[in-house]
């Protein structure tokens, strides 16, 4: 089983560099992706999110539709197919940026709008393929420019 989640923090200041350590209880089952943002909003308050799941068995691919609330938001998503390691491939309008299998049977990825949504109110779709008939969760939120 699996968890998919998206964390994020804020820097007070602007830095020339980060690093980000992180410690996983279950290093054989976890995948992380980190990515910096230059003028983000730096709250995620009443920004869009959503999630999914599936069981194994139900035919269908990880898909989110979220509406966006600011004009020139990215949309990031995260998943995890608990049943099997694949390659699967964004869909039209997405990005993958990390993808990775276990040596069990999971696959991780994360990925991102192929560009950013121009404006507020604008439905911005993001998912893969390849998933089939294995279970998966998968969530995505909306990071808005100030």
């Not at 200041?13 to 995948?31: C, K």
């Not at 004009?71 to 964004?90: C, E, H, M, Q, Y």
């Not at 507020?120 to 993001?126: C, E, F, L, N, P």
């Amino acid at each position: 089983e699996g968890d998919s989640e998206i964390w994020w923090a804020f820097a007070p200041t602007a830095r020339a560099s980060i690093t980000v350590n992180a410690v996983f209880r279950f290093s054989e089952v976890a995948h992380m992706t980190v990515v910096g943002f230059t003028g983000a909003q730096n709250t995620l308050v009443g920004a869009a999110s959503a999630v999914t799941n599936k069981s194994t068995g139900v035919n269908g691919e990880p898909s989110l539709t979220l509406t966006t609330t600011k004009p020139n938001s990215w949309i990031f998503a995260v998943g995890n197919d608990w049943d099997n390691r694949k390659a699967l491939t964004a869909n039209a309008g997405s990005t993958i940026i990390g993808q990775g299998a276990t040596t069990i049977t999971d696959t991780f990825w994360s990925e991102r709008s192929t560009n950013p949504v121009p404006t507020a109110g604008s439905t911005a779709t993001i998912g893969v393929s390849g998933v089939g008939t294995d279970r998966y969760n998968f969530a995505a939120i909306e990071i808005r420019q100030p």
